[in-house]
């Protein structure tokens, strides 16, 4: 009785350890599929691949859809066709519009992480589940995982701009290492060669030296004591030519005044005169007075037109008889 209550237990223990072993392999020897419907994916790297490993987990967005199951070439007599990387989907529906892309580790430990990109998201159609759907696979490069694309990608145009700025500079770097060589300054004088910064530089030297011989010279220097005791000279007498100029401005200044107020004087007499005329003239064009009715009454006009007219006839007789009487032909007869 006793022997039948130990094998139940060790039945019973049996039992458990088998049912936690297989719960065990379910979990980690890939039984999670074993009531999913999987199908087959083939991956295609034209390039190869490195460090996928059998088991390893596939993810879409983060989320594991698969399996790698293994990995063959595309084609044994043409190995240059790359390998095929055989993934076992655990019944998601792909986008016809993706692919694979393997990011290697930086220090070379570990699995690398294996995901599936959409690279069209607008396109509805889908790969089929039967096992023949294959789709690109690509190994991404070391450098995209130290320094974003886009960052790439400005760093590539700032090295791009920076080479067109030397190729524009160089020109100039030419020329101007042309300009700073060295070069004689008798061959530039006999060959008629470009000058230098180094030939501009000895003649520079030269004309400080010369310059220092012409002023080093007692005789130079007691004529530049002479010329500069003389310019002093000078600039009293300019100055006291100019105290004079102020003063004769002044004295010219003091008459003008005098000419001006003298003007404005004048001026106002004028205009005086003026108003006075205007005043006769107003005066002279009014009736009432002798002078009105002279320039404005018309029978005093017509009676000093005829007047004159009589004397004009008068003054011609009068001719006459002068005329007769130095020819001796006017007569006097007495009564």
């Known amino acids: 009785m006793q022997d039948q209550r130990q094998t139940t237990i060790v039945g019973v223990f049996v039992t458990m350890g ?27 790297f034209e390039k190869g691949v490195q460090g996928i490993q059998e088991g390893q987990a596939v993810t879409l967005f983060g989320k594991r859809i698969g399996i790698t199951k293994s990995v063959e070439f595309v084609q044994n007599a043409n190995l240059e066709k790359g390998v095929r990387l055989i993934v076992s989907v655990e019944g998601f529906e792909l986008p016809e519009k993706c692919e694979m892309q393997v990011s290697p580790n930086l220090m070379g430990i570990g699995k690398p992480p294996i995901n599936i990109v959409i690279t069209d998201p607008t396109d509805s159609r889908r790969l089929p589940m039967d096992g023949t759907a294959e789709i690109k696979g690509k190994m991404l490069p070391v450098l995209d995982q130290l320094i974003p694309v886009h960052m790439q990608q400005t760093f590539q145009s700032a090295a791009d701009h920076i080479g067109e700025l030397a190729a524009t500079l160089k020109p100039a770097a030419e020329n101007l290492a042309r300009l700073m060589e060295a070069r004689a300054m008798q061959d530039v004088d006999e060959k008629h060669l470009t000058a230098t910064l180094d030939t501009v530089i000895q003649r520079f030297d030269m004309t400080l030296q010369s310059l220092n011989a012409i002023v080093g010279d007692p005789g130079n220097q007691e004529n530049i004591r002479v010329a500069l005791a003389n310019a002093r000279e000078i600039s009293e007498s300019t100055a006291k030519t100019m105290e004079h100029v102020r003063e004769i401005s002044a004295d010219v200044a003091r008459d003008m005044n005098k000419l001006l107020s003298a003007l404005a004087s004048g001026i106002d007499d004028m205009s005086t005169l003026l108003r006075r005329l205007d005043q006769t003239v107003a005066i002279m064009q009014q009736k009432t007075g002798t002078v009105g009715r002279l320039l404005n009454d018309d029978r005093l006009y017509e009676e000093l037109l005829l007047t004159a007219r009589r004397m004009t006839s008068m003054l011609e007789d009068l001719r006459e008889v002068l005329d007769q009487a130095k020819q001796g032909k006017l007569r006097i007869k007495a009564f």
């Open 18 to 44: 088998l049912v936690v072993l297989g719960g065990l392999i379910m979990a980690f020897g890939g039984g999670r599929t074993l009531f999913i419907r999987t199908y087959d994916l083939h991956v295609v």
